[in-house]
């Protein structure tokens, strides 16, 4: 049985963490506000640029204008975008992230190589024995352009280059406070996300090859970009709630620690209690 | 006729228009209600919006426009 003393050691300790998870969970919360923001604002630039995109394939016919981005091979080897946190502490996220990544990665028939963006992601591609094409790290908590449109060069470059063959996407997709689905979503070769038959057959300038020659990189970076913001508004908003979690339960066990002292205190007392009363009661008789 | 600027970071322009000045890859154009649909790169410069007579200039550092229907759309480039 636990002294009264080590019970009230181990309470001040969990009190100490619940503190720790307490400034995580408020962190992460004036983090989250501003990746959410960033992640939903950045939707409906996403969003035309798809429908845009979609239109253009349509209307374009493939052997006049040769579009590198869009041209399916022959798959030989295949590439994989894995977006994940740096850190953990992110209750599931992470490790649902992953799984996903895995899963994808078993049903290729074709190896598989690794855009690795965040240190868990690369962790994970070193763990499993993959080939890296590219390795990113420590990208801030506010990714700009910049930030990302090194990633996306990567992933065109490799696909040009033929060194793979097609390219997916694997990143957390914020859908609200408490709920982020890990997604994966095919990158390259470009596959219009629309019908043909409700395109929209525009007039183009200075031509269609043109145009769509421009489009299709920076589609790729919207949605790498895309991605890196969805995938960091889904951390922060895993690891507050985690956090928050984490608070809850030490709060909890410092109740449960708390009542049990008192109780371990009481028996002492009672104990000490009887034993002069005995003792009282031996020298009177 | 409904303009739109988003650039990848936010919607900075969202609001019913009379015409819309911008400068395209081939040169300024401008354009009215019920314009053909129209994909078009955009060189850096301003978009000039007018409505009700009243003038804004909005500054883009390249990107897209296109029109399609009664909506006009910019995807201006940010960095």
Redesign the interface.
């Known amino acids: 049985m636990a002294s009264v003393r080590q019970i009230a050691r181990r309470i001040r300790s969990v009190e100490n963490t619940a503190k720790i998870t307490k400034a995580m969970s408020m962190i992460a919360a004036s983090k989250l506000r501003r990746s959410q923001d ?1 992640a939903t ?2 939707r ?3 969003e ?2 798809a429908a ?1 995109v979609s ?2 394939v349509f209307q374009v016919d493939d052997d006049e204008s040769h579009q590198p981005l869009l041209e399916s091979r022959l798959i030989k080897n295949t590439g994989i975008a894995i977006i994940a946190p740096d850190r953990g502490l992110t209750g599931g996220l992470n490790a649902n992230i992953l799984r996903s990544a895995s899963d994808f990665i078993k049903s290729q028939n074709a190896p598989v190589k690794v855009v690795a963006v965040g240190k868990k992601s690369l962790d994970f591609a070193k763990r499993n024995n993959l080939e890296i094409i590219a390795e990113y790290t420590g990208i801030s908590d506010r990714p ?3 930030d990302t ?1 090194p990633i996306a060069g990567d992933i065109t470059e490799a696909f040009s280059n033929e060194i793979v063959d097609s390219f997916h996407i694997v990143y957390g997709q914020f859908v609200n406070t408490t709920l982020q689905r890990p997604v994966i979503e095919p990158l390259l070769p470009v596959i219009p996300s629309g019908t043909a038959a409700n395109a ?7 031509n269609a090859a ?2 769509l020659g ?2 299709l990189p ?1 589609y790729v970076e ?1 949605l790498v ?2 991605a890196v913001l969805e995938g960091n508004a889904s951390e922060q908003s895993a690891r507050m709630v985690a956090m928050n979690q984490a608070t809850d339960n030490a709060n909890e066990m410092v109740e449960d620690l708390t009542l049990l002292m008192n109780k371990l205190r009481q028996e002492k007392i009672t104990t000490e209690l009887l034993d002069i009363v005995g003792g009282v009661a031996a020298l009177e008789s | 006729m409904k303009l ?1 600027i ?6 900075i322009f969202s609001d019913d228009v009379d015409i819309v000045i911008a400068p ?3 040169g300024q ?1 401008g354009i009215l209600p019920r314009h ?6 955009l060189n850096s410069g301003d978009i000039v919006v007018r409505k009700d007579g009243q003038e804004s200039v909005i500054k883009v550092d390249g990107g ?1 426009l ?1 029109v ?2 009664d909506h006009v ?1 910019v ?1 201006a480039n ?2």
Do not use: C, D, K
């Open positions: 960033a604002q950045g409906s630039y996403a035309n640029m845009i239109n253009v700009s352009p910049n449109l929209v057959g525009y007039i183009f300038e200075p043109e145009i421009r489009l920076r919207t970009h895309h | 739109e988003v650039t990848t970071e936010e919607t395209g890859a081939e154009l053909a649909s129209l994909l078009t790169a897209f296109e399609a229907g759309r995807l940010s960095n």
